[in-house]
């Protein structure tokens, strides 16, 4: 069982910033890949950046450049720094967690945070 607990999120103007956090807790952590998904009405359920225990991080094609997925082990910390932002960004964010990166990307997980509004408007 993984539990996961977002903060971060808000209202920003269009190219403006924010970063995201998550703090992963449970059993078997490192078996999964750990990354972020969100949600809007507009453009539905979509992947935005995975970083697996090990090896390389993946982003989204909308998002990347623009965001960057990090994580401390030490903690169980994961982060979304999000620049440059645009209205289309705007979504419920949510930490993820699943066995397999490529699930992520896709959209799916096996254990989801709470999620964590960003809006971005002028």
């Known amino acids: 069982q993984v539990h996961l607990v977002e903060s971060g999120g808000g209202s920003v103007q269009p190219g403006g910033s924010l970063r995201l956090s998550c703090v992963a807790s449970?059993?078997?952590?490192?078996?999964?890949?750990l990354g972020w998904i969100r949600q809007s009405p507009r453009q539905g359920r979509e992947g935005v950046a995975t970083?697996?225990?090990?090896?390389?991080?993946t982003y989204a094609a909308y998002v990347k450049g623009r965001f960057t997925v990090s994580k401390i082990n030490a903690n169980n910390s994961l982060y979304l720094q999000m620049n440059a932002l645009k209205p289309e960004d705007t979504a419920l964010y949510y930490c993820?967690?699943?066995?397999?990166?490529?699930?992520?990307?896709?959209?799916?997980?096996?254990?989801w945070g709470q999620g964590t509004q960003v809006t971005v408007s002028s």
């Open positions: 449970g059993s078997g952590l490192t078996s999964y890949c």
């Open positions: 993820a967690a699943a066995r397999r990166c490529y699930d992520l990307i896709q959209g799916k997980a096996d254990y």
């Open positions: 970083i697996p225990t090990a090896g390389a991080t």
